[in-house]
């Protein structure tokens, strides 16, 4: 069963830093390109950013460009999210998503980034 | 920056009726197009993909459709598990974006 799991959401001032993860099992992680998608209270779905199978090819949204930075580990089937100089409108679920057929098949539960003073 | 826009924003209707939602993209997207279906505190499900297949485990009473800049789903004969907000996804240019969702609701 493909499983999804992100952790390391939490509260963090503006400005500061926090680092999601995303344990993927169940199929060969190394093969898929994954992506992490966010979504605000109560609003709609983001996509935040993409990385590729081996890491070649990353893209950003611009709402994050210059302040987020993705990273995959496919020895240990994970993939991040570096989250630095956090605003208030960086609040939201996290979710990492796998990619198949440039759609997103399989989602994680999500992890809620809170960015408060 | 493709911009994907969803009607009704609210669909009441009783379960056994057909639902149809739409997704209208601001340039052509090709078939490019998804649909997911999004339950309270749940993460999105993929339901439909290059915009009339569906996804693996998805029923037959959902169906997409639509090519270029307007797209449709549309669920048969409703049952009481589909009230859920749908959102459609276009990947045919980056970014990838979403459209703002359509709440299907119980009348």
């Known amino acids: 069963e493909v499983q999804l799991v992100e952790s390391g959401g939490g509260l963090v001032q503006p400005g500061g830093s926090l680092r999601l993860s995303c344990a993927a099992s169940g199929f060969i992680f190394s093969s898929y390109s994954m992506n992490w998608v966010r979504q605000a209270p109560g609003k709609g779905l983001e996509w935040v950013s993409s990385i590729s199978s081996s890491s070649n090819t990353i893209n950003y949204a611009d709402s994050v460009k210059g302040r987020f930075t993705v990273s995959r580990d496919n020895a240990k089937n994970s993939l991040f999210l570096q989250m630095n100089s956090l605003r208030d409108e960086d609040t939201a679920v996290y979710y990492c998503?796998?990619?198949?057929?440039?759609?997103?098949?399989?989602w994680g539960q999500g992890t809620l980034v809170t960015v408060s003073s | 920056e493709i911009v994907l826009t969803q009607s009704p924003a609210t669909l009441s209707l009783s379960p056994g009726e057909r639902a149809t939602l739409s997704c209208r993209a601001s340039?052509?997207?090709?078939?490019?197009v998804a649909w997911y279906q999004q339950k309270p505190g749940q993460a999105p499900r993929l339901l439909i993909y290059d915009a009339s297949n569906r996804a693996t485990g998805i029923p037959a009473r959902f169906s997409g459709s639509g090519s270029g800049t307007d797209f449709t789903l549309s669920i048969s004969s409703l049952e009481p598990e589909d009230f859920a907000v749908y959102y459609c996804q276009q990947r045919d240019n980056w970014p990838i974006t979403f459209g703002q969702g359509t709440r299907l609701e119980i009348e």
């Open positions: 340039q052509s997207v090709s078939n490019y």
């Open positions: 998503a796998k990619i198949d057929r440039h759609y997103f098949d399989c």
